[in-house]
């Protein structure tokens, strides 16, 4: 059975993402750390944190009919609200993308950023969760997010997450 070592970060649809940075920057003590184009998101990190970020807001859809419990798994991205959680090993990992459909919920997709390999799945009520496996790499100028397969072997997904970083 996986074992979640510590949450990551939660993402949320936000209608003004740059407001609720502000928000949370101020409130908070925390430090903006990248930030999308048309500022349609924005990452927040707070003050010790090294590696990853906290907070993440994205543009949410223009009505409340288009947010994101409507849409189809198959249109879900990583921008799509969503809790992350850590697990320890790769292990742990593949054994959450075996086990997702097992335990009622739904596998979407794996994803490359970097500093962590993860897979994204919906809980039995629809709720998407980030499961992430922290590579060891320092995190980079610009967010890394390209498709990963985890059928992969460590050294092949590693050798991705390298080529992606340069």
């Known amino acids: ?38 500022n349609a998101g924005v990452f927040l ?16 859809p223009a009505t409340p009919s288009q947010q994101d419990q409507s849409v189809a798994a198959d249109k879900r991205t990583i921008t799509s609200p969503h809790i992350a959680l850590v697990v320890a090993s790769l292990a742990d990992l593949r054994a959450c993308h075996r086990e997702v459909a097992r335990l009622g919920g739904f ?29 060891g790499r320092e995190i980079g100028e610009r967010p890394v997010t390209a498709p990963i397969d985890l059928s992969l072997s460590e050294e092949e997904l590693l050798r991705i997450v390298d080529a992606s970083r340069s």
Do not use: K
Request: some cysteine; charged content about 20%.
């Open 1 to 38: 059975m996986p074992q979640m070592t510590r949450l990551d970060h939660i993402s949320l649809a936000a209608h003004d993402p740059m407001r609720m940075a502000a928000f949370y920057r101020d409130l908070l003590g925390m430090r903006v750390l990248w930030q999308l184009p048309e």
């Open 45 to 60: 990190a707070a003050a010790g944190r090294r590696n990853g970020f906290d907070f993440s807001f994205f543009r949410a």
């Open 107 to 135: 596998y979407l997709f794996g994803v490359n950023h970097g500093v962590a390999i993860s897979c994204h799945l919906l809980d039995p009520e629809g709720n998407q969760i980030e499961v992430a496996w922290p590579t």
